[in-house]
């Protein structure tokens, strides 16, 4: 199966020459070629979800926003019906109250943030997997160390629950070697592996010099996942990109 986790920027209209409005036909185009099974995608607004609902019709794309009444951006997951199946979603809000919509850590930004888990069956896989997709806060560290053990220690109960593979993506805002990912080493039983270690750079800011940029996506699997290829879509045309991260994609087998 094919796998993709794409932050697709949140639009306000900020961003000139990369508005979203100008990247539509770059994302279209990558997505019909690459025909991805499973795309988690960050920073979706409702008016962009819409649109991936209607831009996409071979895919199922679910998700809700972020706040208290299900607004403003959200952890996006499409899946392609000719090939999997959406069998269950789940989101839970990154917080000491993960079923309370709008909820937060009291260290993290004013933003809310969640995760979305989608139990999957791929045609070519032999059994259902899991598919979790966050973005960690953009202030707190702590929240982000926070919201990361939470998602593991529910990866852990899911799988005492029923053991399936799962794989963890997204954006964590956070570099490799900050203490904000050590919790991925602190549950251990997981056995997750980063597939995107050899990645060097995924946030480029839309190739602007002088700016800060790195490595914050990620992928992660549990056994018996294999990747068979992990590469970034740096499409750019006319000095428009997919967006100001890279995508990263991964061919997996078990």
Known sequence: MKIVTFNIRCDFGQDGENNFEYRKPLIL???????PDVIGFQEVLPHVQKWLRESLPGYTVVGCGRTADFGDEAM???????????????VFWLSPDPYRPGSRYENQSECPRTCAMA????R??????????????????????????????????????????SVLMGDFNAYPDSVEMSPIGEFASLGLRDITAGIPVTYHNYG???????KIDYIFLTEPFRAESVRLWEDTENGVY??????????LTV
């Open 242 to 251: 997919l967006s100001d991260h890279y995508p990263i994609c991964a061919e």
């Open 29 to 35: 185009r990558r997505i019909a070629e690459e025909k």
């Open 208 to 214: 602007r010099s002088g700016e800060e940029t790195g």
């Open 119 to 122: 139990i999957v069956s791929c």
């Open 76 to 90: 996006t997951i499409a899946v392609r019906n000719e090939t999997c199946e959406l069998l269950g979603l789940e």
């Open 124 to 165: 070519e896989l032999p059994g259902p997997i899991r598919v979790y997709n966050t973005h960690l806060d953009h202030i707190g560290a702590q929240a982000r160390m926070q919201g990361l053990s939470q998602i593991l220690r529910r990866m852990e109960d899911d799988s005492d629950k029923l053991a399936l593979p």
